[in-house]
């Protein structure tokens, strides 16, 4: 997950910009299900050097990411993020 996180954001340079630095974090929480386990819940930590974007920016395509990570990774386990901008 992470590593599809940090892949997929250090994509910016199609919004035209070039991240310097990327990394990111997960939390995974696996919790007993009936007989078996099951990730619950996911948590990325972002922090990213990108010169020349803005927070607002950032966040808009962090957001974006999180969805597209989504939809490649655990469906219907919550992905929370926190993204920000070193």
Known sequence: MRVLFDGAISGLGGAGFSPERVHTTAA????KVGAGFKITKIVLKTEAKVPGIDAAKFQEIATATRAVAL??????TPIELEAKLM
């Open 71 to 76: 939809c490649h990774s655990t469906v219907g």
């Open 28 to 31: 995974v929480t696996v919790e």
